[in-house]
Nanobody, 121 residues
Framework: QVQLVESGGGLVQAGGSLRLSCAASGSIFSIGDMGWYRQAPGKPRELVAAITSDGITNYADFVKGRFTISRDNAKNTVCLQMHSLKPEDTFVYYC???????????????WGQGTQVTVSS
């Protein structure tokens, strides 16, 4: 069974840091773009950061200079290092990856189960 498993969320004070990790497991042929999104109740998910298989990164304006996304292609993992956290960064964070399961098959989006990040003031 193919899945994305996240870890690293939690409660932190404003100004603190957290590191989110996500591992893709199962029978996977290739992984394309990976990234992190966040979502508040009743709102659509919004992109936080993304990274291509070649390591090209893209960040939402509200996290530039504070968050860093990285990936390890050998381990099928993507991480989000978050610094200078603010109360407005309080969301459920979701890992996203485009996975191709078989040779010649196009990639499809997969999501992790979500991990709560709470920043107290």
């Amino acid at each position: 069974q193919v899945q994305l498993v996240e870890s690293g969320g939690g409660l932190v004070q404003a100004g603190g840091s957290l590191r989110l990790s996500c591992a893709a497991s199962g029978s996977i042929f290739s992984i394309g773009d990976m990234g992190w999104y966040r979502q508040a109740p009743g709102k659509p998910r919004e992109l936080v950061a993304a990274i291509t298989s070649d390591g090209i990164t893209n960040y939402a304006d509200f996290v530039k200079g504070r968050f860093t996304i990285s990936r390890d292609n050998a381990k099928n993992t993507v991480c989000l290092q978050m610094h200078s956290l603010k109360p407005e960064d309080t969301f459920v964070y979701y890992c996203h990856a485009v996975l191709a399961l078989r040779v010649g098959e196009r990639g499809y989006p997969y999501w992790g189960q979500g991990t709560q990040v709470t920043v107290s003031s």
